[in-house]
């Protein structure tokens, strides 16, 4: 009797703390919402267009957790979606009232080379048009000076630097610690070069996929060269980042007058000196304040500028991991993206369909989903054509077999055609605890997959059965899609990941061009003149919450607070975006237990684009995961 009153007294308890929890929640909220006023949109007057890029380029925003303003666990770094970038470049180029676009890229991480290259054509747009672009920043990093090279003016930090290690790295394997804790991987794949699974099963990677991963890398890194140089001939770059130690030594440590003599940059000064320089040119800060400008607000010029949403050429956003059910934007969820097609195929008169993939694909399931709901489109007699971003592979190619027409960037990352399944079993972990299984069966798959006691041989071959089955399948929708044969597309497939200008060479893609191409194009093809073309972005709507949430983080200082934490100093810098790309090995974790078994994914191509926005739930997890280890 007083064990079962002990236990009602520990319900009880529990029952207090949640009714409680519940109530410091909910007064919360109802405090913030009843302090909350709203600050005004900034009106968008004479100065210099400000794009203060404290974060990330995204194709795809995410929305805010509606806990974070309580928590504190948001994510550490803002997203900057880059339609709304490029609306506002476009605008500001023949907008009398911007004096000049300044972008401060002190706290930039990253927007991917194909994002990038599609933000420098509109600032060399605005350089066309006589509009002044200044940059400036701390450290550059590949991915800012990209950015940067496409600017009137270059300013460094005095205490700053270019610094340009081009594209590569070391990948997390974790073999060992699968071994160390008893874990079974079991693997079913398809592709010599389908290297997804290589961390749960190798320590290193394998020659295979060290050859395709360093053609892959040369090329992008020889594109983005290409670029900078087209940008600013007068730059002295392949001395510079071919043997940097000598430039340095030749200046005698003097980093930034390193950056200088190649012409990398045009000026050396802090940021006080920059903003004096600029209100000479878009006029002084109206609160005198010293080193400032007279700025315009980019989300209040953005908002502003936006067109609206009414047009005939439908465009369906599939970014982020392509997973299974539903899920808000910056995640490929299949239910919600392929109920959004089929609402708008009900609900608006549309004459075509872009489809805009920046995905490393995901679930195969989802992926399909997805893909059926684009062909319904196709049914209805709508011309499909598909425009990739940074990367669109594995299930994001998947995404894009129905298409008429597939544009892509020479940096775009895709293929990797392949599928793979992977389960863990756990018999090795309990024996280790002194845990064993037993138990009987009726046929050779009873009980199978047995997560505790091992998965049996027949098992294992009606697995691989399987994966082999949905990679022919595979394989034959692109044969279809590409008008070749099977054997064609497998000699290409196999997993391997392209870059666009190979994958052009080889038939993935039709020819080069950005969003606004691949919507000309299926203007074309819908029998609509280009020039009066216009997109209908097929996008969840925005939910109301969110966007309050996002509003009080913002009038409460929270954005503020995230950007003053971004480290400038570049040692920080590289530290920092190592820690965002080691929050990976939390997420392949989780995925190993959680996520969809079967999929058609790829891993290196995560680290082509911009660095995930970690939550601090997401870091925590990591911590804990790596201190447990010691």
């Not at 195969?364 to 062909?375: D, G, P, Q, T, Y």
Request: net charge negative; hydrophobic share 45%.
């Amino acid at each position: 009797m007083a064990f079962v009153k002990g236990a009602w007294r520990i319900l009880v308890g529990v029952k207090d703390a949640l009714v409680l929890l519940f109530m410091l929640l909910f007064f919360g909220l109802l405090y913030a919402a009843l302090s909350f006023s709203p600050r005004p949109v900034a009106s968008v007057s004479k100065g210099a267009l400000l794009l203060d890029l404290e974060g990330v380029i995204v194709e795809q925003p995410q929305e805010a957790d509606s806990l974070s303003f309580l928590t504190s666990s948001g994510p550490q770094m803002k997203e900057f979606r880059l339609r709304d970038i490029v609306a506002a470049l476009e605008a500001a180029k023949t907008d009398g009232k911007v004096k000049a676009v300044v972008l401060n890229l002190d706290g930039f991480m990253g927007g991917g080379q194909v994002a990038l290259s599609r933000v420098g054509v509109a600032m060399d747009a605005l350089r066309a048009a006589k509009k002044p672009v200044l940059v400036y920043a701390t450290t550059y990093s590949s991915d800012s000076y990209q950015l940067a090279a496409h600017a009137g003016e270059v300013w460094l930090n005095p205490y700053g630097q270019v610094f340009l290690p081009g594209p590569g790295g070391s990948q997390l394997y974790y073999k060992g610690l699968i071994d160390k804790l008893g874990v079974n991987a079991h693997v079913y794949r398809v592709g010599t070069y389908k290297s997804f699974v290589e961390p749960y099963t190798r320590t290193d990677q394998s020659p295979d996929a060290k050859r395709a991963d360093q053609a892959l890398v040369d090329a992008l890194w020889q594109d983005w060269q290409d670029e900078v140089v087209k940008a600013r001939p007068s730059a002295k770059l392949a001395p510079y980042i071919n043997d940097p130690v000598k430039a340095v030594t030749a200046v005698q440590g003097d980093v930034p007058k390193a950056a200088m003599d190649a012409g990398l940059v045009d000026k050396i000064g802090d940021e006080a000196a920059f903003g004096d320089h600029v209100a000479e040119i878009a006029g002084e800060d109206p609160n005198g304040r010293p080193g400032g400008f007279a700025a315009i607000d980019l989300s209040g010029y953005v908002k502003s500028h936006t067109p609206s949403n009414n047009g005939q050429i439908g465009v369906v956003t599939i970014a982020g991991e392509i997973v299974d059910g539903d899920s808000g934007p910056g995640t490929a969820a299949g239910d919600t993206i392929s109920g959004l097609i089929y609402d708008a195929l009900a609900e608006k008169d549309l004459k075509a369909l872009v489809v805009r993939v920046d995905s490393p694909g995901g679930s195969v399931l989802a992926s399909e989903k997805i893909r059926s709901a684009i062909l319904e489109a196709k049914k209805e007699g709508l011309p499909i054509v598909v425009s990739m971003g940074n990367v669109a592979a594995s299930g994001g190619y998947w995404v894009s077999t129905p298409a008429d027409r597939i544009f892509a960037e020479p940096g775009t990352i895709t293929g990797s055609i392949g599928v793979f399944g992977i389960l863990p079993s756990f018999e090795g972990a309990l024996a280790k605890i002194g845990v064993t299984s037993d138990g009987v069966k009726t046929t050779p798959l009873s009980g199978q997959p047995d997560m505790f006691g091992g998965f049996s041989p027949e098992f294992d071959a009606v697995a691989q059965s399987g994966i082999e089955q949905i990679y022919g399948r595979f394989v034959g929708l692109v044969a279809q899609s590409r008008k070749r044969t099977p054997e064609q597309i497998d000699a290409i497939a196999q997993g391997r990941v392209w870059d666009g200008g190979t994958a052009r060479q080889n038939g993935l893609v039709d020819q080069f061009g950005g969003l606004e191409e691949a919507i000309a194009e299926a203007a074309k093809l819908a029998k609509i003149e280009p020039a009066k073309a216009r997109p209908y972005y097929i996008e969840k709507e925005p939910d109301m919450f969110a966007q309050f949430v996002q509003n009080l983080m913002d009038d409460s200082g929270q954005e503020q607070a995230r950007a003053a934490s971004m480290p400038k100093d570049w040692l920080s810098r590289q530290s920092f975006l190592q820690r965002q790309w080691a929050m990976q090995a939390v997420r392949d974790a989780r995925s190993l237990i959680e996520g969809s078994a079967v999929r058609a994914a790829c891993l290196e191509c995560s680290a082509y684009g911009p660095p995930h926005v970690a939550t601090g739930a997401e870091q925590r997890s990591f911590w804990a995961v790596l201190l447990a280890q010691l």
